[in-house]
Protein backbone atom coordinates (compact mmCIF):
# COMPACT_ATOMS: atom_id res chain seq x y z
CA UNK A 1 0.00 0.00 0.00
CA UNK A 2 1.69 3.54 -1.14
CA UNK A 3 1.19 6.52 1.07
CA UNK A 4 0.53 9.95 -1.36
CA UNK A 5 2.54 12.79 -0.75
CA UNK A 6 0.59 15.35 0.65
CA UNK A 7 0.14 18.63 -0.98
CA UNK A 8 2.81 20.92 -1.03
CA UNK A 9 2.00 24.75 -1.43
CA UNK A 10 3.87 26.08 -4.68
CA UNK A 11 6.41 28.63 -2.63
CA UNK A 12 7.19 25.22 -1.16
CA UNK A 13 6.91 26.39 2.70
CA UNK A 14 3.94 24.10 3.66
CA UNK A 15 2.05 21.06 3.59
CA UNK A 16 -1.48 20.31 3.65
CA UNK A 17 -2.94 17.63 5.90
CA UNK A 18 -6.68 17.44 5.91
CA UNK A 19 -7.18 21.07 5.01
CA UNK A 20 -4.60 22.41 7.28
CA UNK A 21 -1.26 23.81 6.71
CA UNK A 22 2.05 22.49 7.86
CA UNK A 23 5.30 24.09 8.11
CA UNK A 24 7.93 21.60 6.10
CA UNK A 25 11.51 21.61 7.00
CA UNK A 26 14.70 23.93 6.22
CA UNK A 27 15.40 23.22 2.42
CA UNK A 28 18.56 25.12 3.31
CA UNK A 29 19.79 22.20 5.70
CA UNK A 30 21.96 19.65 4.27
CA UNK A 31 20.80 16.26 3.74
CA UNK A 32 23.39 14.91 6.71
CA UNK A 33 22.25 17.98 8.78
CA UNK A 34 18.60 16.80 8.11
CA UNK A 35 18.89 13.14 9.23
CA UNK A 36 20.47 13.90 11.97
CA UNK A 37 17.78 16.04 13.14
CA UNK A 38 14.70 13.85 12.36
CA UNK A 39 16.79 10.91 14.14
CA UNK A 40 16.49 13.32 16.87
CA UNK A 41 12.62 13.59 16.20
CA UNK A 42 12.03 10.34 16.03
CA UNK A 43 13.90 9.45 19.15
CA UNK A 44 12.24 11.87 20.97
CA UNK A 45 8.77 10.79 19.62
CA UNK A 46 9.41 7.31 21.02
CA UNK A 47 10.21 8.93 24.56
CA UNK A 48 6.92 10.77 24.54
CA UNK A 49 5.24 6.65 24.11
CA UNK A 50 7.45 5.68 26.78
CA UNK A 51 7.14 8.20 29.19
CA UNK A 52 2.93 8.19 28.56
CA UNK A 53 2.46 4.29 29.12
CA UNK A 54 4.75 4.51 31.80
CA UNK A 55 3.18 7.76 33.53
CA UNK A 56 6.23 9.43 34.13
CA UNK A 57 5.27 12.72 33.85
CA UNK A 58 8.82 14.14 34.40
CA UNK A 59 9.76 12.00 31.23
CA UNK A 60 6.77 13.51 29.57
CA UNK A 61 7.81 16.91 29.80
CA UNK A 62 10.97 16.29 28.72
CA UNK A 63 10.17 14.04 25.59
CA UNK A 64 8.05 16.67 24.67
CA UNK A 65 10.62 19.14 24.84
CA UNK A 66 13.19 17.04 22.82
CA UNK A 67 10.52 17.17 20.26
CA UNK A 68 10.09 20.86 20.09
CA UNK A 69 13.62 21.30 20.26
CA UNK A 70 14.13 19.19 16.81
CA UNK A 71 11.17 20.44 15.18
CA UNK A 72 12.87 23.97 15.67
CA UNK A 73 15.95 23.23 14.56
CA UNK A 74 14.45 21.87 11.47
CA UNK A 75 12.31 24.80 10.80
CA UNK A 76 8.83 23.31 11.49
CA UNK A 77 8.42 25.49 13.89
CA UNK A 78 9.94 28.80 15.89
CA UNK A 79 11.26 31.41 13.37
CA UNK A 80 10.66 31.21 9.89
CA UNK A 81 13.01 29.97 7.52
CA UNK A 82 12.18 32.08 4.47
CA UNK A 83 13.75 35.79 4.29
CA UNK A 84 10.94 37.49 2.30
CA UNK A 85 8.75 39.28 5.59
CA UNK A 86 5.90 36.70 4.64
CA UNK A 87 3.79 35.91 8.31
CA UNK A 88 4.15 32.17 9.29
CA UNK A 89 0.95 30.37 8.35
CA UNK A 90 1.55 26.98 10.28
CA UNK A 91 -1.76 25.24 11.81
CA UNK A 92 -4.15 27.21 9.82
CA UNK A 93 -6.50 25.75 7.77
CA UNK A 94 -5.80 26.45 4.05
CA UNK A 95 -9.48 28.08 3.21
CA UNK A 96 -8.42 30.82 5.65
CA UNK A 97 -5.04 32.01 3.94
CA UNK A 98 -3.45 33.35 0.78
CA UNK A 99 -3.28 29.88 -0.54
CA UNK A 100 -6.66 28.94 -0.42
CA UNK A 101 -7.46 29.47 -4.42
CA UNK A 102 -5.03 27.30 -5.07
CA UNK A 103 -6.11 24.79 -2.79
CA UNK A 104 -9.46 24.96 -4.26
CA UNK A 105 -8.11 24.04 -7.34
CA UNK A 106 -6.84 20.45 -7.03
CA UNK A 107 -3.65 21.43 -4.97
CA UNK A 108 -0.69 18.94 -6.76
CA UNK A 109 1.10 16.63 -4.45
CA UNK A 110 4.99 17.21 -4.79
CA UNK A 111 7.75 15.17 -3.17
Request: charged share 35%; proline share 6%; no cysteine.
Given at each position: ?S ?7 P ?17 S ?21 V?L?N ?5 LA ?14 E ?26 F ?8
Open positions: MKEAQPVTDGRYFVVRGRLWRRSDPLSDERRAELVSDLMQARRAVGARDDKPGEARAAVDRAKVALGRGPVWWHDGTPDLNRRMVANTPYAAWEQGAESIS
